[in-house]
Each structure stands twice: as C-alpha cells, then as structure tokens.
C-alpha cells in the first residue's frame, strides 16, 4: 500500500495521488472523471430506494442507532449526483435522482412529507431544497408529470418557510424544529436561518424577483445582529445555535464547514443579484477568512480542509462526516459568482481533493472514504465520508459553462411564485379511504364485541 505524504499538501495543478483502488490526477479531467464515478457508485451502495419494496429517497434508519441516516442527508446525497453529472456528463444515476427528489414531496407540493414530521427541522427541507435548485440552475431534466418544476419546489419551500419566522423571541429569526414538538424547537441555528437565507439568494439569483433578496437582507441581518455572528481579531466567526429559552443572549461555540458554506453561498449569489456590490463581496470575503482560519489548519500544509471539531477526536457523527461536501462545493461556486475569490479558492479545493484521494483505501474493497483527509484511512466510512471526496474532487472541475443558470441565462424550470402557498404547518396524519370491506369488518369485530360483553356478564352473575 502506497501512500503520498506531505507533497498532498501543495497545491500543484498536476498533484497525483496513488491508492489502492485510485489514481487521481486532479489536472487531468479523463482522471477526474474516472475517480468520481467510482467514488459516486461507491456510495450509492448504502441507498436501496430504487429497489423493489423500499422507499424511494431514503437511506437506512430510522436514526436508533449509529447505522442510520437523517432524512436530509438523502436530500444532500441526491444533490452531489446532479453535481457529479455536470462535472462529468455520466448520467447514470440521472433516473434514480429524479425518482427520489419527486417521491420525497409532501401533499402540499413542498419538501415536507408526514412521514418525516417527527425531525423536520427547517435545514431538513432546505437541503432537499438546494438538490432542486441545484437542478433547476443545471437545466437537470424535470421530473414531468404532475409534479412540480423544479423551480416552484423550492419556492414551495421558501413560502412554507416564511410562515417560520418568529418576531416573539430573539427579535426574529426562525426556530430550528418546524414543529413545537420536536426536540430543539428552542433553538435558532445558523444552518436553518443561514440555509433559508441561501434559498432566497438563489431564488432572487433565478428568477430576479426583488422580494426574494429583501428578505435575504432580512435574514442576514438579523443573523448579523444575533450571537449567532460575533467577530473577534478582525476574523468572523459563525457559531452553532443559539437558545430562546433566554432570549438568545448567548451561543453555542460550536464552528462547523457547513454553516460558513451556507453563508458563503448566499452571499455570493447576493453579490452576483446586485451586480457586484462591494457590501457583499466584503462579506464574502469576511466568511472566506473566516473559514480559511479555521477549516485548514496550517498544521496540515494550510490546504487541506478538516472538520476540526470532531475530526482529530474521531466521534464525527453521521450527520458531520458529510459537512466538508457542502463547503467544498460551495466554495467552488463561489468563484463563478465571484471571480475575485477563485486564487484563494482553488489551490485549496486542488489541494483538498488530492489529499481526500489518497486516504480511501479502507473497507472490503481497498478505497472507502474515511473523514480525515491529512492522514492515512481513520477507519471510518459511510454515505458521508463518501460524499465528501465526491464533492471535493468533483470541485476541481468546476468551470464557467457550468455556472448556475438563471432564467435570464437559460433557465428552463418554470417557476410559480404562489407554489405551496396553501401549506398547513401543522403535521397531519395521513388516512386512507374507507371502503365497504372496511365497513363489513368492522361491523363483524362490533357484533363479536357484543357477544364477549354479553358472555362475559353471564359468566360473573353465575
């Protein structure tokens, strides 16, 4: 077993990392290609949805133990295919994709389904969300049918949302849980408020309806004027969540990839919208920084992305062993929509991907994933650690024909901007009709009640 040591923290373009089952040349698009396509195929070896009896977009659970996966990660999971696609041109995983984002949509035509009420939390719709802009900003094939563009899903999801916001405590911002029932209805977190804020950035980016930047300004910043944003040594810094049990007065210090990717997404489609408002592109930056400091940590070359809040400890749970995937494409969108960004950006996605490369070399095959991408295999795989070298990887072909469409750059997914506007935000339960073989049975289950009573009776009186 061959492993490449400190040269995978240097951003060459032609870096080259040898593996088991892997050999990848991130300046080579042929080599690229052929890495993710094992990588994506790897990892849709944990979902089964498209069989025979299962449920079309889910992965294993429910969540009762460590071999499981939240609902949303699905969404998340979808979402990095429709990214290998554009990278690659392979749609083979095309059919399954449009199979999962159509199955998993609720009655009211938006991503919230009955079946997930008991953990739907608001980032739970917005990454299912994100998968449809995704496609929709890729011109990825609609589903067809009755169902929903791809467009009108997420403004589904976005009118849906708006009914989340909550003026009585902290001054605004949206609860994490959509439901009170929910354990952490008492929190407002980044990744619920900053991946709404995204939503409408991207929806403003699309269709160029003002309203939908009005109230990415809204969200930005009461998120800026929460503890949820403090800057301390001229660096921002973006924490976790924060508690309405005492009126958000303080914060979880909790740092995680995805919440600065979330942020960084939105303002970087913010910047675009307002045709390069220097305001934006400072925040940009600002979340850039922030990141840079503390996502690749110059002990491993400062290149090389790691999750530092769980990764040296090795306790990443499911949830957080997908994290780097979201900031790795993220950042590479980025600088399309900002292109002042892309010499920061880039050595640190080339960098990342290589090194992500030479540590899949775990589990029966000789090249799963695992999450730390400065060392050897750690023994960990899973949905996550796959979808993370997929994103990363795939990152380094990002490229402006593949920048995100809007309907002014041939946007074809037609949107409706009263989409689920009739949404209850109540949980309902489903019933089904009742039928007339319904209505006998439980006319023979009365009569039988009837008779035990009656018998019964009898029995005690003698």
Not at 12 to 40: E, F, I, P, Q
Request: proline share 4%.
């Amino acid at each position: 077993m061959k492993f490449i040591t400190s040269s995978i923290l240097t951003p060459l373009a032609g870096l080259l990392s040898v593996v088991n089952g892997l050999t990848l040349d991130v300046s080579s698009a042929d080599s690229v290609k052929s890495v993710t396509s094992t990588l994506a195929y790897d990892m849709m070896t944990y979902y089964s949805g498209n069989q025979t009896g299962q449920v079309p977009g889910i992965l294993p659970g429910p969540c009762e133990s460590t071999a499981c996966y939240y609902w949303w990660e699905a969404g998340a999971m979808f979402a990095s295919l429709i990214n290998y696609w554009q990278y690659t041109g392979d749609s083979t995983y095309n059919p399954v994709v449009s199979q999962a984002l159509a199955f998993q949509i609720g009655p009211d035509e938006n991503y919230n389904p009955p079946n997930q009420s008991k953990n739907m939390g608001v980032d739970d719709q917005a990454f299912w969300a994100f998968a449809a802009l995704d496609a929709a900003e890729a011109n990825f094939p609609e589903a067809g049918g009755d169902i929903p563009s791809w467009i009108a899903l997420v403004q589904a999801v976005f009118n849906f949302q708006k009914d989340l916001w909550d003026d009585a405590t902290c001054g605004g911002g949206m609860r994490w849980q959509v439901y009170s029932f929910n354990a952490g209805y008492n929190l407002k977190n980044t990744i619920s408020n900053g991946g709404n804020f995204q939503l409408a950035a991207r929806l403003a980016y699309y269709t160029g309806n003002q309203s939908y930047a009005d109230w990415a300004v809204q969200m930005w910043d009461w998120m800026a004027a929460s503890p949820l944003f403090q800057t301390q040594d001229g660096n921002l810094y973006i924490w976790d969540n924060t508690n309405t049990d005492n009126n958000c007065i303080d914060v979880a210090h909790y740092a995680w990839t995805y919440n600065y990717g979330t942020m960084l997404m939105g303002a970087a489609y913010m910047y675009n919208f307002t045709n390069g408002d220097a305001m934006w592109e400072q925040r940009v930056q600002d979340i850039l920084n922030g990141a840079y400091l503390l996502f690749f940590p110059t002990e491993y070359g400062g290149n090389v992305m790691s999750e530092f809040q769980c990764e040296p400890a090795s306790n990443c749970n499911n949830d957080q062993s997908s994290f780097k995937a979201y900031l790795s494409r993220w950042m590479a969108v980025t600088t399309l929509l900002v292109p002042s960004t892309y010499d920061t950006i880039m050595p640190k996605l080339t960098a990342s991907a290589a090194a992500a490369a030479q540590q899949c070399t775990g589990g029966d095959n000789g090249r799963m994933c695992g999450r730390r991408w400065y060392a050897s295999w750690d023994g960990t795989s899973g949905v996550g650690q796959q979808m993370q070298a997929l994103s990363v990887i795939g990152a380094t072909q990002i490229n402006s024909g593949i920048a995100p469409k809007s309907i002014k750059t041939g946007g074809t997914s037609k949107g409706d901007p009263n989409a689920g506007s009739d949404a209850n935000a109540s949980p309902s339960v489903t019933t089904s009709k009742i039928t007339t073989a319904d209505k006998a049975g439980a006319g023979i289950l009365t009569v039988l009640c009837i008779f035990i009573v009656i018998g019964g009776s009898v029995w005690i009186i003698l």
